[in-house]
């Protein structure tokens, strides 16, 4: 399974219409710490096997998608599942707490 490069052309399609939840996460290229957690996502993405997808903005890129959910500070996530999202989880500071925040969503 492979992380999806989140738009807004292909952002509602991924998020709305997916039978499997997604947890979105906001980033860019120029923060450090985005550069930091990309290896404990993709680990979270490897123990999940497939039970939850993986997609990325680039605030760079798509702003509006940014502002629609109140994205001010990256990295954030977001958790997508049955067409609802969850809480903005903003910088998160370990795996564990990230674990922590899927179950609870």
Same mark, same amino acid.
């Given at each position: ?18 039978? =499997?939840?997604?947890?979105? &996460? ?19 993405? &490897? ?13 760079? %890129? ?9 994205? %001010? =500070? ?7 599942? %049955? ?23």
């Amino acid at each position: 399974m492979s992380q999806l490069t989140l738009t807004s052309n292909n952002f509602q399609e991924h998020t709305n219409q997916n039978t =499997t939840p997604i947890i979105v &996460e906001f980033w860019a290229p120029w923060c450090g710490y985005c550069r930091r957690l990309g290896p404990v996502i993709d680990q979270l993405e &490897e123990d999940l096997q497939g039970t939850v997808a993986i997609g990325k903005v680039n605030l760079d %890129d798509e702003p509006e998608l940014a502002e629609k959910f109140d994205v %001010d =500070t990256i990295p954030s996530l977001l958790m997508f599942k %049955d067409g609802q999202h969850s809480e903005l989880l903003v910088n998160p500071g370990s795996k564990a707490e990230i674990q922590k925040w899927i179950k609870e969503v």
